[in-house]
């Protein structure tokens, strides 16, 4: 199924070389988790990252679905 990654600010350098924006596109199958799409990003996986599913926060163990956008960024900014 397919679902949408997110990356803003910081963790956007995380994507694959070449993607354009900072959201793309994977093949994830059935019953995979937050953590478990996140990781191959090497996002953080920690209170130093906000990890939210469609716009809520939700616990990294939560399974995602077809379609849902799954966003990361850094709880930590400077300013």
Do not use: C, H, W
Not at 3 to 23: D, E, M, R
Not at 51 to 73: K, P, Q
């Amino acid at each position: 199924m397919k679902v949408f990654v997110k990356l803003i600010a910081i963790y956007q350098n995380l994507l694959p070389a070449g993607t354009i924006g900072n959201t793309i596109e994977i093949e994830v199958p059935r019953g995979t988790t937050l953590s478990q799409v996140l990781s191959p990003f090497g996002v953080p996986l920690d209170d130093s990252s906000v990890v939210v599913l469609n716009g809520l926060t939700v616990d990294l163990n939560t399974v995602v679905s077809e379609g849902d956008t799954i966003s990361a960024f850094s709880a930590i900014a400077g300013g």
